[in-house]
């Protein structure tokens, strides 16, 4: 499970939410991936570039070979970080990849922000997006507004209900994974990653 924090800043509360759902999920039983805002911090995107970083080469083997994919996100401006924005870009890199894009797989979009009305149309870019990258974004999506939002001494929400979305997110996109597999899905399978301009291949 890979999991994109689009904030740059360590202690933001986007990435103490990511890093929740990474333990969680290594209860679950999964092997989470998390790249908060550092290892995000690419050079914008430039279609049929020559070569690509190191960086955006490990986020795109990883994501290729992923099973489901956490999206979340800080609001700028009643839409998603232009960090996180430009990491899903180089996702096109994907496209001639036996499973393109995101195809196949279920993504959990979490929007943190201020208010209300950023969040929620934070999230609903989020949706967009990865029915634009052929995902399956889960039934549940968080929208968690409010600078209220705390965190107990272990990095845990204190809020009930924030834990309570965030786990069914968490255990949608889980369930999906089992789902896929057990319908016999190709794409559910472990697969060689194509990368770069199209012809060109490359191993995950």
């Not at 986007?14 to 290892?39: D, I, K, M, S, Y």
């Not at 489901?68 to 998603?80: E, F, K, M, N």
């Not at 549940?140 to 809020?159: H, K, R, W």
Request: net charge neutral; charged share 15%.
């Amino acid at each position: 499970m890979v999991l994109l924090s689009g904030s740059l800043s360590e202690s933001s509360r986007t990435n103490r939410f990511a890093e929740w759902c990474a333990r969680v999920l290594t209860v679950r039983g999964a092997l989470p991936e998390l790249f908060t805002g550092r290892l995000l911090e690419l050079p914008l995107y430039r279609p049929g570039a020559a070569e690509r970083s190191p960086a955006a080469q490990r986020l795109l083997s990883s994501i290729a070979a992923a099973d489901g994919v956490i999206l979340l996100s800080p609001t700028y401006h009643g839409t998603v970080s232009g960090l996180l924005k430009n990491a899903l870009d180089y996702l096109n890199e994907l496209a001639s990849s036996p499973r393109p894009y995101l195809a196949d797989r279920a993504v959990g979009c979490v929007a943190v922000g201020a208010g209300d009305m950023g969040a929620v149309t934070t999230l609903g870019t989020l949706r967009a997006i990865c029915h634009a990258l052929r995902a399956w974004p889960t039934p549940l999506g968080a929208a968690i507004a409010g600078s209220a939002v705390e965190f107990d001494s272990d990095g845990d929400p204190t809020q009930p209900e924030v834990r309570e979305r965030l786990r069914t997110i968490i255990g949608q996109v889980l369930a999906f994974t089992q789902l896929s597999r057990a319908a016999g899905n190709p794409s559910a399978q472990p697969a060689t990653v194509a990368m770069g301009t199209p012809g060109s291949r490359g191993h995950g």
